[in-house]
């Protein structure tokens, strides 16, 4: 199974929806084509739902299968 952190996405510790679109728009999602993703949340952040529906998405074209945990869920 294949993680995305979502820390990756943050800007100054937290998710500005600007950044995060243009970091989710440089990412190579073939990488995932046939793979299960796991979207790994942050422990000390909160992440919108928006968020996750934006990098579902872009999986569902790819991916066999994903979900999300958020960090509390551990």
């Known amino acids: ?3 995305i952190h ?9 998710i500005r929806e ?3 679109r243009e970091k989710v728009a ?4 073939g990488q995932y084509k046939d793979k299960r993703v796991l ?3 942050c422990a000390d952040v909160v ?5 996750f529906l934006i990098l579902t998405a ?3 074209e ?3 299968s994903y979900t999300h945990l958020r960090a509390h869920e551990t």
């Open 47 to 51: 992440i919108p739902t928006w968020a």
């Open 18 to 20: 600007k950044v995060f």
């Open 1 to 3: 199974m294949e993680t």
């Open 6 to 14: 979502l820390d990756d996405f943050l800007h100054e510790g937290v």
């Open 39 to 41: 979207l790994r949340g």
């Open 58 to 60: 872009h999986l569902a």
């Open 62 to 64: 790819h991916a066999v």
């Open 26 to 29: 440089a990412v190579d999602w």
